[in-house]
């Protein structure tokens, strides 16, 4: 079985018939099927404090809010979204995505 592309959208249904993936705008019409929270589980930032100065305006992925690592520094945001992106779809980032739901009630609301 070959890895799907990176750019592929990835959906994993949980057990509990819940949907995980990462947002990408093309599957704004799934928020119509039921209820639905949309969940912040990482953070690609700039980095620009408290780095060395060869990492200053370079990006990283901290992926700490599901319990994932901090991927980069990238030289280009669109590197540090990717790794993102491919850490979320890989076998232990859906795991921890998983695990993180699990943890959590059902969403009662659509949440911003």
Known sequence: MTAPA????????TKEGRLLFVWDDTLQPLLSLGRASIRR????EPMSTNVPVDMVNRWSADLSPIGG???GPFDLR????????????SERGRSLLAATMQHEEAPKELSW
């Open 6 to 13: 990176s750019n592929s959208l990835q959906i994993t249904v």
């Open 41 to 44: 589980v990482s953070h690609v």
């Open 69 to 71: 690592p901090w991927l």
């Open 78 to 89: 669109e590197q540090a979204l990717e790794a993102e992106r491919d850490f979320l779809n």
